[in-house]
T-cell receptor, first 113, second 116 residues
């Protein structure tokens, strides 16, 4: 059982470039989310989804887009990368009604020059 | 809105000493509370959770936490630290009851160092 899989693990971008961080889960979880982790700031929610075709904004959505065409996949898109988006990104999922327990991927470390 | 505050961004203990990591929450409704651990270069994994059953919650690796409503606290403890406990620990509160849209709000984390 792979759980939550994120790719790539590392990425370096130049300012203005675009890219997509991939996230896939094989646990049939309805809820999926993206967090960013920055030193001294903990994890902050970017976007989340409660099922295919349904997405919503979290605490820090600006500069990021998401879509949810299948239950398994929840990609995060940066349309025009900025240095402020240098961070470690985590995808997490859970089943509906399961006391909020999240299952995390191993993270994607993004550097924007 | 729900929030959590973790007191102490860095905590250092000696091997074999008591571990105490502090977390206070703010919630307008009875909360679900969680402690997660993150080892270097890894994702977060659940240590334990409080979901309105027993106020003393036991988790993995010998950790436990006590929910104290009067103090709005959910501190994490372990009687005897081990070198392998060195990691970053995050307290989190759920802003709902496990419903479709409830989200986890994380604290800023406490980095635990264990000295030999």
């Amino acid at each position: 059982n792979a759980g939550v899989t994120q790719t790539p693990k590392f990425q370096v971008l130049k300012t203005g470039q675009s890219m997509t961080l991939q996230c896939a889960q094989d646990m049939n979880h309805e809820y999926m989310s993206w967090y960013r982790q920055d030193p001294g700031m903990g994890l902050r929610l970017i976007h989340y989804s409660v099922g295919a075709g349904i997405t919503d904004q979290g605490e820090v959505p600006n500069g990021y887009n998401v879509s949810r065409s299948t239950t398994e996949d929840f990609p995060l898109r940066l349309l025009s990368a900025a240095p402020s988006q240098t961070s470690v990104y985590f995808c997490a999922s859970r089943r509906q009604g399961q006391d909020g327990e999240l299952f995390f991927g191993e993270g994607s470390r993004l550097t924007v020059l | 809105a729900q929030s959590v505050t973790q007191l102490g961004s860095h905590v250092s203990v000696s091997e074999g000493a008591l571990v105490l990591l502090r977390c206070n929450y703010s919630s307008s409704v009875p909360p679900y509370l969680f402690w997660y651990v993150q080892y270097p270069n890894q994702g977060l994994q659940l240590l334990l959770k409080y979901t309105s059953a027993a106020t003393l919650v036991k988790g993995i690796n010998g950790f436990e936490a006590e929910f104290k409503k009067s103090e709005t606290s959910f501190h994490l403890t372990k009687p005897s630290a081990h070198m392998s406990d060195a990691a970053e620990y995050f307290c989190a509160v759920s802003d709902g009851y496990g419903g479709a849209t409830n989200k986890l709000i994380f604290g800023t984390g406490t980095l635990l160092a264990v000295q030999p």
